[in-house]
């Protein structure tokens, strides 16, 4: 098993940046992919970033050019960077993990956005 901490979440104006980080309980570097996802209320659980082992990533649309995905397989965490930040933007933040065909979950951060 694993389990994520997240932190980072906070309050932030629009055009603002914020760094959430997540934390892993054991080493990721096997792990073939890590990611954020993001829930607004009334809306599905969205894809933001994902970054395999090999340092390929991918963005969701909405968020290209402005938030990045990195991670530090000694620190055992994973970054999302984000900046130039919208309203639309707010939501809860997840991290995710697969590994060994399972998928692991953070319990989310709150990010909120004001215009």
């Known amino acids: 098993q694993v389990q994520l901490v997240e932190s980072g979440g906070g309050l932030v104006q629009a055009g603002g940046s914020l760094r959430l980080s997540c934390a892993a309980s054991?080493?990721?570097?096997?792990?073939?992919?890590v990611g954020w996802y993001r829930q607004s209320p009334g809306k599905q659980r969205e894809l933001v970033a994902t970054?395999?082992?090999?340092?390929?990533?991918n963005y969701a649309d909405s968020v290209k050019g402005r938030f990045t995905i990195s991670r530090d397989n000694a620190k055992n965490t994973v970054y999302l960077r984000m900046n130039s930040l919208k309203p639309e933007d707010t939501a809860v933040y997840y991290c995710?993990?697969?590994?060994?065909?399972?998928?692991?979950w953070g319990q989310g951060t709150q990010v909120t956005v004001s215009s």
């Open positions: 970054m395999t082992v090999g340092r390929s990533t």
């Open positions: 995710a993990l697969s590994s060994g065909g399972y998928d692991y």
């Open positions: 054991r080493t990721i570097f096997r792990d073939n992919t």
